[in-house]
Structure formats: structure tokens, C-alpha cells
């Protein structure tokens, strides 16, 4: 309600449906002829007189920009009828007048050119009759059930205008979503074993780390400061009962040669062998494995610290660590969340399942956005109901790189359940909803527009299929829509010339 009444004020500002008189009016006693063109640039809305031999014609000329649906700032305006051109006066933003004289009776091709504000322009306004005398002529009236809507009200208020053309789309089931980190993309840090955190600085909540990041540093409890010397022992201890082995090994050997022992002995002694070879490899890698693991740069009087490192790329979802803090095997410190791909799940209702059968792709609405984005590759339909919720999840996972998707958020999933249709479409935003009944609001002419209900089709991408009520072709109000419905419950002045 608040709304309605901010756009109504605004409507009766800007004068409900009466002209602003100007020095490039047209007299309103007079017939007018009205044409309004549209091109990649800019738009055109022109009244004038009927042109007749020897007598001076007032163009009024009105220019919007496209880009912005705003009137050309500064310009240049020039008509062209026959071989005369005849340039115009600038009165104001958008607004030029031109006082067209031609010589002689007869059909003309008229032109208007437009160049300023870093664009160049030219509108083929077809042919013109210049009369012989002013009773060849009478005016054009507006049609029946038109709607006013004044290039000022236009030019100051949000409002924008889109051709309506012909779109392949499918049909669509809108459920609910919630953003989740995908499979694998959530680890933990933890302790590995009793010690105490030395690190000075550390990530905190919501920081993003690289995978293999260090993320803090352990010290070994003081009462084991000798952990790699006990590995250099075992180390040690491995290759000596190997080299014993292989010793004991070529000599069963020779006794076999010599028919001095069994062969069963030769085969106790490569087995013996064998298994020394593999406790010295073993104490080699538990070695190695230590010495990757510890920071060298730093070494504290008590022995050197181990580094923590991401497992993954994210950012900190939870953190437990604290600099100088005493930690004990398996605590958690850090909880990573890779965010730059997620999963999106949508709750499908039991009722609907039977539509998944032809799910052709999907896309997500964000709320706050007006346009969906490709909801990326299908990972699950699933197969069971929740019994609590009686819905089936369908997952989707996408690349969220740009961060405009939080993990946990609230948003819609749009799943296309069927083949390709082709019909014209519209913005969503041109739809009207008016007494229940969704209605569009096209614009005729520069200042003229018509209410036009009608039936929806498919919803894809930010569109939507008109099935009845527009053609391909046509041009409907995207922004404003709304200001044209209230100035069509406005009071309006009878109809008339064009007057600034």
C-alpha cells in the first residue's frame, strides 16, 4: 500500500496524463499527425501537422536513449523531407522542435536524423503527403482504451521497454534448496598427538587457506624431545639384523651346494632375509616420514615443532586453536569448507516425483536477483522419501568461485521437466499481476499503451512464455509496468494533440 501511494503521488506530480506547455507545442486545436519508431539506439516520437504546400509545419521531436530509456541529454536533430533539410531547436532534455516548410503539393520520403551524446542515429519515417491546401486533411485520433503515460513520467520515473520475441523454453518445477559443501569438500585438523601449539599467527574464522597451507605448529611434549633419535636406532638396529641375515643367507647356500644341509634351510634364510629388508625400509620411511613433517625453520630450545597443514582449499568454518595452548591427540583445531564448488539440493514433494522422469536441467534463483543461473551438473535424483518432510533431495553441484553462494543458504531450485516449446516471451518483470489475473502493458506508441491479459507459459532464465495476449514482435513495458496500471485508474484530460 505504501508503494502504490509513493507511485501514485508521483503520477500526479508529473501532471496525470496534462502536458507541460512549451515553445515546440503543437496546437491543440489542430489535427495532429503522430508516429512513433524504434531503433537499436534510440527511440522517436514525433507530432506535427499535416504537411501542407507552402505552409510551416511545428515538428515536435522527442528522443530516448535505449540504453538507459532516458531523453537524449544534447543533440543534434535534423529532418530530412524530399531533398530540404530542415534542422531543429533544442527546448530541452529529449525535446526538439522543427518548423518544416514545404514548396509543393505532392508525396515525399521523410527522415530524421539524430547524432550527440557519443551516438549517430537515423529513423526512415517512410513517406509523407503534403497537401495542396489544409482541407485535404483531417487529424488522427488515439484509439479506444489507450493508455497516456507522458514521455516526462516516463523520462523521470523507472521505466524501461523490451521487444517481445520468440523463445525456446521448457517447463519448470520450482522447490526449494539449501547450498551444502559437496562430497569431500569439508576436513578437519586435528592433533596428531600430545603437544603444544607454538604458532604466532594462525587463520582465523572465515579466512581462506590453499591446501597444504600451514595452518599451526606443534611441539612435542617435553618428556620426548628424542623422537627421531629412537628412529635412527630402529633404523639402525633394521640394518644390522639385515646385514646379519644376508650373511646367514650365502652361507646356507654353500652348504646346500655342498650337500652339507637341507634346502629348507636356504629357504629359512631368504625368508629371514626378506623380513629384515622390510623393517629396514619400514624404519627408513617412519624417518623420512618425521622429517617432512617438522618445521625446520623454527626449533624451540625443547626440540622442533611439527607443521599442520590444510588438507584442502576453503575457507575456516571452525576453529579451536589457540597460540601457546596445551592440545591433546585427536583434538580438533580447524574445520575447512571448500566453497568454490558446492552442491545445491532441492526438496522435491512426493507428489511431484513422477515430473523427474523427464528432468532435462535446472537452475537457480537467488533471492534478491531477478535473473536464475545454471544450476551445473546433476549428481543425484534421490530414491528415498524423508518421512518427516515427504520430499525426495535432487542435488546439483556448482561452481561458486565468484562467492555469490554461502554455504547453508536459503534459495530456489528451478528443475526443467520437460521438451523445448517455442512462443514468444517476456521478463518476468513485465508481468502484472492485476486482480489475480497476470496482465501485460505494451507500448503502442510513444505516450500510448495498452493493458493486454495473459496466459504464462514456461519460466526460464529471468522470461516467460506468453502462450496468448502477445505476439512476437510486440513491445511490453519490463519496467514501470505498475505506473502504467495507475495511470490507468488516473483521471485523464480528453484526448487531443500532443502539447508540451
Not at 479506444?144 to 518445477?173: C, H, N, Y
Not at 613433517?293 to 624451540?300: F, I, S, T, V
Not at 535446472?362 to 549428481?379: D, H, K, N
Request: aromatic content about 4%; glycine content about 10%.
Amino acid at each position: 500500500m505504501k508503494n502504490a501511494c509513493v507511485l501514485a503521488a508521483a503520477l500526479a506530480f508529473l501532471g496525470c496524463g496534462k502536458k507541460v506547455e512549451t515553445k515546440d507545442a503543437v496546437d491543440p486545436g489542430q489535427p495532429v499527425v503522430s508516429d512513433t519508431r524504434w531503433s537499436q539506439k534510440t527511440e522517436l516520437f514525433i507530432e506535427y501537422p499535416p504537411l501542407v504546400a507552402g505552409q510551416t509545419s511545428r515538428f515536435a521531436i522527442h528522443v530516448t536513449r535505449l540504453d538507459t530509456f532516458k531523453p537524449l541529454p544534447a543533440g543534434k536533430v535534423e529532418v530530412q523531407l524530399g531533398s530540404r533539410i530542415f534542422a531543429a531547436s533544442q527546448s530541452g532534455p529529449g525535446i526538439f522542435g522543427a518548423d518544416v516548410r514545404p514548396e509543393s503539393a505532392g508525396r515525399y520520403v521523410l527522415t530524421l536524423r539524430v547524432s550527440g551524446g557519443g551516438l549517430s542515429d537515423t529513423h526512415d519515417l517512410g513517406e509523407a503527403v503534403v497537401h495542396a491546401t489544409a482541407r485535404q486533411h483531417a487529424g488522427e485520433g488515439g484509439h479506444e482504451g489507450e493508455i497516456a503515460f507522458l514521455k516526462e513520467q516516463q523520462w523521470t520515473l523507472e521505466f524501461a521497454t523490451e521487444v517481445a520475441r520468440e523463445r525456446r523454453m521448457r517447463d519448470s518445477l520450482t522447490v526449494p534448496a539449501q547450498v551444502l559443501p559437496r562430497t569431500g569438500g569439508v576436513a578437519e585438523v586435528t592433533v596428531p598427538f600430545e603437544g603444544r601449539l607454538v604458532a604466532y599467527s594462525m587463520p582465523g574464522l572465515g579466512a581462506g587457506v590453499r591446501k597444504g597451507q600451514v595452518l599451526a605448529q606443534l611441539l612435542p611434549p617435553v618428556e620426548r624431545p628424542a623422537g627421531r633419535i629412537s628412529l635412527e636406532l630402529a633404523r639402525t638396529e633394521a640394518d644390522t639384523a639385515l646385514q646379519l641375515a644376508r650373511r646367514d643367507r650365502a652361507r646356507a647356500e654353500r652348504l646346500v651346494s655342498a650337500g652339507a644341509a637341507p634346502v629348507r634351510r636356504r629357504d629359512e634364510a631368504r625368508a629371514a632375509e626378506r623380513t629384515a629388508e622390510a623393517r629396514l625400509a619400514a624404519a627408513q620411511t617412519q624417518l623420512a616420514q618425521y622429517d617432512a613433517n617438522r618445521d625446520a625453520a623454527e626449533e624451540p630450545e625443547n626440540g622442533r615443532t611439527f607443521a599442520l597443514r590444510a588438507p584442502i582449499a576453503g575457507v575456516i568454518a571452525e576453529t579451536r586453536a589457540t597460540s601457546g595452548a596445551n592440545v591433546k591427540a585427536g583434538d580438533m583445531l580447524f574445520r575447512i569448507v571448500d566453497t568454490a564448488t558446492v552442491y545445491i539440493a532441492g526438496n522435491v514433494a512426493e507428489a511431484d516425483l513422477p515430473r523427474l522422469r523427464q528432468l532435462s536441467g535446472a537452475e537457480l534463483r537467488i533471492p534478491g536477483t531477478e535473473a536464475g543461473m545454471p544450476a551445473g551438473r546433476l549428481v543425484s535424483v534421490g530414491r528415498l522419501v524423508d518421512p518427516h518432510t515427504r520430499t525426495v533431495a535432487v542435488v546439483y553441484e556448482t561452481g561458486n568461485r565468484a562467492g555469490r553462494l554461502a554455504i547453508g543458504q536459503a534459495l530456489s531450485l528451478r528443475l526443467f521437466t520437460t521438451a523445448l516449446r517455442t512462443a514468444p516471451a517476456v521478463p518476468e518483470s513485465a508481468v502484472v499481476d492485476d486482480s489475480g489475473r497476470p496482465i501485460v502493458y505494451l507500448q503502442v506508441a510513444g505516450e500510448s499503451f495498452a493493458r493486454r491479459p495473459v496466459q504464462l507459459g514456461h519460466r526460464e532464465g529471468g522470461y516467460v512464455q506468453i502462450l496468448e495476449g502477445v505476439t512476437a514482435g510486440e513491445r511490453v513495458v519490463t519496467r514501470g509496468a505498475n505506473l502504467i496500471r495507475l495511470a490507468s485508474l488516473s483521471p485523464r484530460a480528453p484526448g487531443g494533440g500532443h502539447v508540451h
